[in-house]
């Protein structure tokens, strides 16, 4: 045999292996090395790496379920990535480690004594944000935490680096995923607030491409304390976002010493699959 010719022959003529079974093969290895590695072997591999039902197969290993099983995913292995890497982006987004990660917009620390004990805190009034443990119950039973406001507004923002996160300029370019933010808040009965939340997708410069900003949400005297959810989806935003920013707050309407104000926590935010909020 002419040792010359033997890399430009099919490796499948030297190692006859059934689709099927390749496909198995590569359903047990890292999904990294099978794109990066795998794929480029020859013809045969990388029909096997490039095929639905590879990464389809993959996410039902895994657990990566279509919320709508009507809407079947463009492209299964960007799905399949997107589920992997999918996660908050935000730090500290239930107040576990107090105030860490969040640069705090208006925090007046101004305050005064008062007698007895408020709220279960000792003798300081508020118009700073505060981190307590949670009146109601939260639909997610792990959440014990939130963070509260007091009598004047107080906001708080993370500037969120996609890069740094592991999502590409190119990536975000070509594929422009869906990114999902959420809040969660709720206030007392014994006090009425308001509620305020922004979310951006910025440029390079940090220059708006798309705003999220809804009215402000009132509560008035006796409202239940129940959470509410807020939540929204950027798509189809176009090439150019390399950051999003998060930002919301609130305040009590009665100007009472304490954290009378809104509640907050749980907030999120995720690149996630098209077909799959």
Known sequence: MNEAAVPSMSLSKFFPISLEILEEIFLNLP????????RVVCHQWKEVVDS?????????????????????????????FLCKQRRNLLKNPRGEEELSGWLILNNDYRCFRYGGRFGGLDGFGGNRWAVHAIREPHPDET????????????????????EKEGYSPSFMDHFQPDIRISDWYAPRCD?????????????????????????IVEFTYGSDERWNEMAHVFKNYGPGVRYVIFTHGGRDTQFWAGWYGIRL???????CPAADK
């Open 31 to 38: 999904p990294g090395e099978v794109v990066r590695v795998c």
């Open 52 to 80: 639905k039902s590879l990464w389809k197969e993959r996410c039902r290993r895994e657990g990566y379920n279509l919320s709508d099983t009507s809407k079947n995913p463009e492209d299964w292995r960007l799905f399949y």
């Open 143 to 162: 959440v014990q935490k939130n963070f509260v406001t007091s009598y004047n507004m107080a906001k708080k923002s993370q500037l969120i680096d996609l």
């Open 191 to 215: 006090c009425g607030c308001i509620y305020e939340i922004r979310a951006e997708l910025l440029n390079e410069k940090k220059r708006p491409i798309q705003t999220f900003a809804p009215e």
């Open 265 to 271: 926590t749980e907030s999120c935010v995720e690149i």
